[in-house]
């Protein structure tokens, strides 16, 4: 089945600092997503893309569509405390339009 | 305007038992998901349904699993015979649509599931 490769496993940063993960897939896929997770939680849609090439930011949140359609990144700028939790990067492609791929999650830690 | 609920949020079950987990939609969304989350894991597409049909099980186990999607109430995950590898955390998720457009899946907080 497809697979997201999602790097880094986990980030250690100070209070204040940019940070940025990235999805890569042996596959096109024709939607990309964004979820973060606080631990207990489920996940919450932070950034939807349905375009190549697309850039769309929310907030301190940026990511873009890769022209490749293969790859995806989030940019998170002056992280905060609350940044804190797991990140997923999800796929949909055509055919199953609905069927989200996830990768293994990004885990970021902000020290304040 | 209430997001995806589910219950229960824990379920402890010992090994044989069956597991019953129950998934209401966000008001308005008609497409619902079941997704399985192991420890350190990323998600894993189960099941999807509409009311009363079930459009795609491919990622269900053939055996011991089941979902439904009635045409009143929640949709119901079930789990017969619960074993060990069946903990795990199941999240539902529903959508406005499943086409191009308006098909955003919105989680509910999960049913963590432990088989003792």
């Known amino acids: 089945g497809q697979q997201l490769n999602q790097s880094p496993q986990s980030m250690f940063i100070q209070e204040g600092e940019d940070v940025s993960m990235n999805c890569t897939s042996s596959s096109i896929f024709n939607t990309w997503l964004w979820y973060k997770q606080d631990p207990g939680e489920g996940p919450v849609l932070l950034i939807a893309l349905y375009k190549a090439g697309e850039l769309t930011s929310n907030g301190r949140l940026t990511a873009q569509f890769g022209i490749t359609r293969k790859d995806s990144f989030l940019n998170i700028s002056a992280s905060i405390p609350s940044d804190v939790g797991i990140y997923f990067c999800a796929g949909q492609s055509g055919g199953s339009n609905y069927k989200l791929t996830f990768g293994k999650g990004t885990l970021l830690t902000v020290n304040p | 305007n209430a997001g995806v609920m589910q219950n229960p949020r824990h379920l402890v079950r010992r090994r044989g038992q069956e597991a019953r987990l129950r998934c209401s939609p966000m008001?308005?969304?008609?497409?619902v998901y079941w997704y399985r989350q192991l420890p350190e894991e990323g998600l894993k597409f189960m099941v999807y349904l509409q009311k009363e049909n079930i459009i795609d099980e491919s990622g269900m186990p053939k055996e011991r699993f089941s979902a439904e999607f009635p045409k009143e109430g929640p949709s119901i995950l079930r789990i017969q015979q619960v074993v060990r590898g069946d903990s795990a955390a199941y999240f539902c998720?529903?959508?406005?649509?499943?086409?191009?457009?308006?098909?955003?899946?919105?989680f509910g907080p999960g049913t963590r599931l432990t088989v003792l």
């Open positions: 998720a529903s959508s406005r649509t499943s086409g191009e457009l308006n098909n955003e899946q919105f």
């Open positions: 008001k308005g969304h008609s497409h």
